[in-house]
């Protein structure tokens, strides 16, 4: 399963670029049109992974989220309203990935797609599992 997170390295990359793009175009106020082309194109390319890259890829963001602290700040007018608390780490990447793709494996790839088209934070969880699994 490593293996494959490590070929798909790029698409993820482009996945959160697109992300990016999403949020700065809604920062700078662009139009409605310009953000629905941005999320077509996000869906799109969402939806051209196979069922076993989406279970990579939601595996890579279940590390992501799982494996680091958070401190939110409810009331913050900074761009950071959290902070994020670096655990140790104490299993390596194939045991991360065996420990996060647990229940995913009975999930379609529908489900599993959609569920990533729905969540809106798929950068977020997405950098930090990267940056954990080293890829």
């Not at 139009?31 to 999320?39: N, P, Y």
């Not at 279970?55 to 799982?66: A, D, E, Q, S, Y």
């Not at 991360?96 to 959609?114: F, G, N, R, W």
Request: with cysteine.
């Amino acid at each position: 399963m490593i293996l494959l997170a490590k070929q798909l390295t790029e698409r993820m990359r482009a996945l959160i670029a697109i992300e990016s793009e999403i949020a700065d175009a809604t920062h700078r106020q662009e139009g409605q049109h310009v953000v629905r082309e941005l999320e077509e194109k996000r869906s799109t390319q969402i939806r051209s992974f196979t069922r076993d890259e989406l279970l990579v890829i939601k595996t890579v963001m279940n590390v992501g989220r799982c494996e680091r602290g958070y401190r939110y700040y409810a009331n913050s007018e900074q761009s950071d309203y959290y902070e994020i608390i670096h655990l140790p780490i104490e299993l390596n990447e194939h045991e991360l990935m065996q420990k996060y793709s647990y229940y995913l494996v009975h999930k379609t790839e529908s489900e599993l797609a959609d569920g990533m088209e729905y969540y809106t934070a798929v950068s977020e969880q997405l950098k930090e599992g990267m940056a954990i699994l080293k890829l």
